[in-house]
């Protein structure tokens, strides 16, 4: 909730003295880390010794690999979307000085899908749900698109702001799973450096004016929906196959 009501919370304090948040974010991260550092140390004692060297992690297959690749494209869509389209949609409808108050429904939506969506994770799994939300978002893209009026719009981006904070608080519960071999790590570190590599290309679009050439117009358009489109079935095929692997092997250990 309050990641929900942060952006607002921005524009509250955009004519108040600039020190203010930096002060107020530099004490809560002092006490954060206070507290954490207390809780380590209760549980460094507890911790039991490794009685066995960890064994090497396995190169990473074809699903890891291909769930990075997703993840490269999902994150695209997201740049895309929200940092270069979003605006336009709602200048639309309303005027310029009105952005600051529409353009972080797209987060509240964002943090207020997380919770509910982690626990369908736990029961589901990450790629089901990042496969889903990668479906919703794409059609909550298009509304975006075709919206007729700002109520439409506001829905539209709400919604495809809760489809990215499913999918990007599952992609980790994903990357674990999927790195189950010792790459845990790995997978999520990839994680992480797929959202980097998106936000560096939108930066390049950016500076190198994309946005603004008429030629271009369609394919940024378009290219969001096609991402989270594209990505999202091809997560809910991997899911489907681990599925299917994961009932072979437990008929496979009944027979024996």
């Known amino acids: 909730m309050a990641g929900a009501v942060s952006p607002y919370l921005g524009v509250a304090l955009r004519n108040q003295d600039p020190r203010l948040p930096f002060l107020i974010s530099g004490a809560v991260l002092l006490i954060t880390t206070l507290a954490l550092s207390k809780v380590e140390r209760g549980i460094v004692p507890d911790a039991p010794a490794l009685s066995e060297p960890i064994a090497p992690a396995k190169p990473l297959g074809q699903i890891p690999m291909f769930f990075i690749a997703s993840m490269v494209i999902l994150s695209l869509g997201y740049q895309l979307h929200f940092s270069i389209n979003s605006a336009p949609y709602f200048r639309r409808f309303v005027e310029a000085d009105q952005l600051p108050w529409l353009m972080p429904v797209f987060w509240i939506g964002f943090n207020i899908a997380m919770f509910p969506a982690s626990v369908i994770v736990k029961h589901r799994g990450g790629l089901i749900v990042m496969g889903a939300a990668g479906l919703l978002g794409a059609l909550a893209v298009l509304g975006a698109e075709l919206a007729g009026n700002l109520n439409m719009l506001i829905a ?23 790195g189950d071999t010792g790459a845990e790590g790995k997978v999520t570190g990839l994680v992480f450096s797929a959202l980097a590599l998106a936000t560096f290309a939108r930066m390049a679009a950016v500076a190198g004016g994309l946005q603004k050439l008429p030629e271009y117009a369609p394919l940024l358009q378009w290219a969001p929906v096609a991402c989270w489109s594209v990505a999202g079935c091809g997560l809910l095929v991997i899911a489907a196959a681990r599925v299917q692997q994961r009932m072979q092997r437990m008929r496979g250990v009944s027979s024996s």
Do not use: E, N, Y
């Open 156 to 178: 539209a981006q709400f919604v495809a702001g809760a489809a990215w904070g499913c999918m990007l608080m599952s992609a980790v519960s994903a990357a674990l799973a999927i």
